[in-house]
């Protein structure tokens, strides 16, 4: 944050260190900026902001407390934080359909507030959806919506854009466009002659070593899935030529929804994995697209018909593992490492959760139904407790470090 509330202790400090100028012997000191994080949560009444400075400390975060920040008022559609993006201590959501705003929580007399700094208004329907976030820089950040074009029928084809935009001024510096391939059949409503409007849903984007993946699956006009086949687009990138698609029917069709989350991951060798339903009902299994090939390999197939996973933003987590909540997991040698339901005694809730040094965090809940961050040693595949959360939270969607 550009203010926080550190920033009237420095400007005291640095009075201090200028009424001393004439003193050789009283050095200038410079004190380092804490950081500080932000849990985005929800209640039965609306959404809210906690900011601490330390995560894991012994402290309640609360809205009824002043690090609690109501922008319920501001998010009518961000309100799930499904539209939300985190980066570089600034929020940008999508509100209305249209708008595209850039928000960053402010010192005011009166406390914190969530302002609006800047906004861009697509010419059509936008909502938030997924992230190339290891394309993303200070000043550029990297996206798409959750729609894609109508079909077109005569090249067989849907559109699917990639916003490159310029965080400075919310202003886009280029977008590309993949295009992705309708099924090869004519699908059709229930009475056998009219033609259904098939819609794609892309789950996932991943871009990597010359490459973009879309995880993706079919449905109709009523929401249900057309085909039960497991789709990927693979494409040349930024060219975007070379388009692909890939399908494998030993499980069901790719999980996940248009929204921010993403249901897929690159391991450090940039082979791509994809979350899928099971063809067991409720449950999942993980293909495998290796780097370099252009169809699922049919080696790998992780079937998790015996886990409860419950989805969620999947996150690489180095070292050949990887967590799909609530579990990580050995990803090559298909073996569960750790179940943070089990060693938190609670259940692990959080839509996006915060990978840093080492260590992932992530919010828990336990049977007296109370909220507590735990922090996950990737490493040592240890857990800790940090701090709690309101037990009038009734979710808690992101985990976010602003500084």
């Not at 906690?50 to 309100?79: C, F, H, W």
């Not at 201590?89 to 507030?113: A, C, I, M, W």
């Not at 029928?153 to 992705?180: G, P, S």
């Not at 085909?227 to 069901?252: E, F, L, V």
Request: hydrophobic share 35%; proline share 3%.
């Amino acid at each position: 944050m550009k203010k926080n509330r550190l920033f009237g202790f420095c400007a005291l400090a640095a009075l201090l260190v200028s009424s001393c100028k004439d003193s050789p012997n009283i050095p200038e000191v410079t004190t380092p900026e804490a950081s500080e994080y932000s849990v985005w949560v929800a209640t039965a009444t609306g959404s809210y902001l906690l900011t601490t400075d330390e995560i894991m400390k012994d402290t309640l975060l609360s809205p009824a407390n002043n690090k609690g920040v109501d922008i319920t008022g501001n998010l009518p559609q961000a309100r799930y934080a499904g539209y939300a993006y985190i980066f570089n201590g600034f929020y940008y959501l999508s509100n209305d359909g249209t708008r595209f705003s850039k928000h960053q929580l402010v010192e005011t007399p009166q406390g914190l507030v969530f302002k609006e700094v800047d906004n861009y208004a697509f010419p059509s329907a936008f909502y938030l959806g997924k992230m190339a976030s290891q394309f993303s820089t200070t000043d550029e950040i990297v996206f798409t919506s959750t729609g894609a074009s109508d079909a077109n029928l005569e090249k067989k084809i849907f559109e699917k854009d990639i916003y490159f935009m310029n965080t400075k001024d919310m202003t886009l510096n280029k977008t590309l466009k993949a295009q992705i391939p309708t099924l090869d059949y004519t699908v059709y409503k229930a009475d056998g002659k009219t033609v259904d409007p098939t819609i794609l849903n892309v789950t996932s984007m991943r871009i990597a070593g010359g490459k973009a993946y879309f995880g993706l699956f079919y449905y109709d006009s009523d929401y249900n899935v057309v085909s039960k086949k497991a789709y990927a687009y693979i494409c040349d990138y930024p060219s975007m030529a070379n388009g692909h698609i890939m399908s494998d029917d030993r499980t069901s069709y790719v999980a996940g929804h248009w929204q921010r989350e993403n249901y897929s991951f690159l391991d450090d060798n940039n082979n791509l994995y994809l979350l899928t339903r099971g063809k067991t009902d409720g449950t999942y299994a993980i293909l495998r697209v290796n780097n370099g090939q252009y169809e699922f390999d049919k080696n790998y197939l992780y079937d998790l018909k015996d886990y409860a996973v419950k989805g969620g933003d999947l996150a690489w987590l180095g070292d050949g593992k990887a967590y799909i909540r609530p579990y990580v997991i050995d990803v090559a040698n298909k073996k569960i490492v750790a179940n943070l339901a089990e060693m938190t005694g609670g259940d692990p809730t959080t839509t996006i959760n915060l990978i840093q040094d080492g260590n992932l965090y992530t919010a828990v809940k336990t049977p007296a139904s109370k909220w507590f961050i735990y922090e996950y040693n990737i490493k040592n595949n240890t857990v800790k407790k940090g701090a709690e959360i309101d037990p009038g939270v009734t979710q808690v969607y992101h985990i976010n470090k602003l500084k």
